[in-house]
């Protein structure tokens, strides 16, 4: 589909402590399926600089990135409504789990 059909974009790049826990949430948000082909959706991990991981560098891939392209603004909003409430839940589990302190971190981006 022709970029034009999709003129409403966003990227929101959320933080993570390690690679390990942005490459986990990623794999847990990728699962869920956008409901409306108004909506198109990406996953990747990138660097502070917002490079791609690379193997050599220890805190590379430590940020969540998620791209979104829609045909409306409002279905922009629904979609990115639905991955704020995704990725509350997937912070919210990976505290209980006491996998790593997120609960500075969650509210930066809630």
Request: net charge negative.
């Amino acid at each position: 589909m022709a970029a034009s059909e999709f003129p409403c974009s966003l990227v929101i790049d959320v933080p993570f402590p390690d690679h390990r826990l942005a490459s986990t949430a990623m794999r847990s948000l990728k699962v869920d399926q956008e409901p409306s082909s108004s909506v198109q959706r990406s996953y990747s991990l990138v660097d502070s600089k917002g490079n791609p991981p690379s193997e050599n560098e220890n805190e590379s891939g430590t940020i969540l990135r998620t791209e979104y392209n829609a045909t409306t603004n409002r279905m922009l909003r629904v979609a990115v409504n639905g991955f704020m409430e995704s990725l509350g839940v997937v912070l919210q589990v990976m505290e209980e789990l006491d996998d790593v302190d997120v609960s500075g971190m969650r509210s930066s981006i809630t």
